[in-house]
């Protein structure tokens, strides 16, 4: 069974047993089990199912693998003949999570 969710701003097309890096889930740790709700679309064939914008009743579950930080991104500003250079780095903290089971 397919589904597309929305999770933490984005959205995904997912089926069970899938891998997925998103932004962390908050107050989760590894081994953990998310509760996703916000599910747009699911089903296959002739059951497949669209919702306006949700479907209703329909969740996906998923097991936080592991909590990690993405790659470093350097910001680099630089103001021509000002004399005004600035440089930060950030890294984006991320949940790998598995798609465990989808309910419609």
């Given at each position: 069974m397919k589904a597309t969710i929305k999770t933490q701003g984005q959205q995904f097309n997912v089926s069970e047993g899938d891998i997925l890096i998103v932004n962390r889930y908050p107050n989760t740790e590894a081994g953990a089990t998310v509760e996703i709700n916000d599910v747009l679309a699911a089903g296959e064939g002739e059951n497949f199912k669209v919702g306006a914008p949700l479907l209703e009743g329909a969740s996906v579950s998923a097991k936080v693998l592991e909590n990690k930080r993405g790659k470093k991104?350097?910001?680099?500003?630089?103001?021509?003949?000002?004399?005004?250079?600035?440089?930060?780095g950030h890294r984006q903290e991320l949940s790998v999570i598995k798609i465990e089971s989808i309910k419609v």
């Open positions: 991104v350097i910001v680099f500003k630089k103001k021509k003949r000002k004399g005004m250079e600035r440089k930060r």
